[in-house]
């Protein structure tokens, strides 16, 4: 069994820590040793809240994710990572503050959990719970490949806005990224809806152990998404 568990960064400063070691294993697994996300200004950010995989044996930390909301004090990583490859990421934002926005961001996997059948779609949907419950109205993010259809799944578009039709060369020249956006966290209209039903699910019963259907059979998930 695994554990999904939501905190608020601030709160506790040992499992920001455990998040950060274990996304930079994963990423130098594919060579890439920084990126803007991997910047650890997040763990003293009031309005960051991390989402922890573990695993229930023995607590190794096996995924994970986070979502940052917009303010005056962090820039969001996406920012960082497109704002000097096209500035129209910047009248997005502005925009859409005028309401409560943030980011999904730092969702990482490891292999041995991926092997489990535990893909990066339990990540997004448990992340967009956790972005509804926090009032969030709109959710970017940068998706890897890999995970671009598990984020069109649960209701995100290709921001085709920006970059080339969504997409930019980042974080290296040889990868690329897609960015994304839900533009109606409270209603989810463009999820597919067993995964919505499954997404409000998690934002009505935050605290729950589910069996959860994956490609390599059932796995049993302990969700504790209360992040207070």
């Given at each position: 069994?695994v554990?999904?568990?939501a905190?608020?960064?601030t709160?506790?400063?040992?499992l920001?820590?455990?998040?950060?070691e274990?996304?930079?294993?994963?990423?130098?697994?594919y060579?890439?040793?920084?990126?803007?996300?991997?910047k650890?200004?997040?763990?003293?950010h009031?309005?960051?809240?991390v989402i922890l995989v573990?695993?229930?044996e023995?607590?190794?930390?096996?995924g994970?994710?986070?979502?940052?909301?917009a303010?005056?004090?962090?820039?969001l990583?996406?920012?960082d990572?497109?704002?000097?490859?096209?500035?129209k990421?910047?009248?997005?934002?502005?925009?859409?503050?005028?309401?409560?926005?943030?980011e999904l961001?730092?969702?990482?996997?490891s292999?041995?959990?991926a092997?489990?059948?535990v893909?990066s779609?339990?990540?997004i949907?448990?992340?967009v719970?956790?972005?509804?419950?926090?009032g969030?109205h709109s959710?970017?993010a940068?998706c890897?490949p890999?995970?671009v259809?598990?984020?069109?799944k649960?209701?995100?578009?290709?921001?085709?806005?920006?970059?080339?039709?969504?997409?930019f060369?980042y974080?290296?020249l040889?990868?690329?990224?897609t960015?994304v956006i839900?533009?109606?966290?409270?209603?989810?209209?463009?999820?597919?809806p067993?995964?919505?039903d499954?997404?409000?699910?998690?934002?009505n019963?935050?605290?729950?152990?589910r069996?959860?259907?994956?490609?390599?059979?059932?796995?049993?998930i302990?969700?504790d998404?209360?992040?207070?």
């Open positions: 069994m554990k999904f568990t905190f608020k960064a709160d506790n400063e040992a920001c820590h455990k998040f950060i274990g996304h930079r294993k994963v990423l130098e697994i060579g890439i040793t920084m990126i803007t996300s991997a650890h200004a997040w763990v003293h009031e309005n960051t809240y573990e695993s229930t023995d607590g190794r930390a096996l994970g994710a986070r979502i940052q909301i303010d005056e004090e962090l820039p990583p996406i920012e990572a497109v704002g000097k490859l096209d500035a990421i910047f009248d997005q934002l502005a925009e859409r503050k005028l309401l409560k926005t943030g961001c730092g969702l990482w996997n292999r041995e959990i092997g489990l059948g893909g779609i339990f990540l949907r448990a992340s719970a956790l972005a509804y419950s926090l969030l959710l970017f940068l890897a890999a995970t259809r598990g984020g069109k649960t209701g995100f578009d290709v921001n085709v806005a920006i970059g080339n039709n969504g997409q060369y974080p290296k040889d990868l690329i990224a960015a839900i533009d109606n966290v409270r209603t989810l209209e463009k999820a597919e067993d995964i919505r499954l997404v409000f699910d998690l934002i019963n935050p605290v729950q152990v069996s959860e259907s994956g490609p390599r059979g059932d796995v049993d302990m969700y998404l209360k992040y207070t």
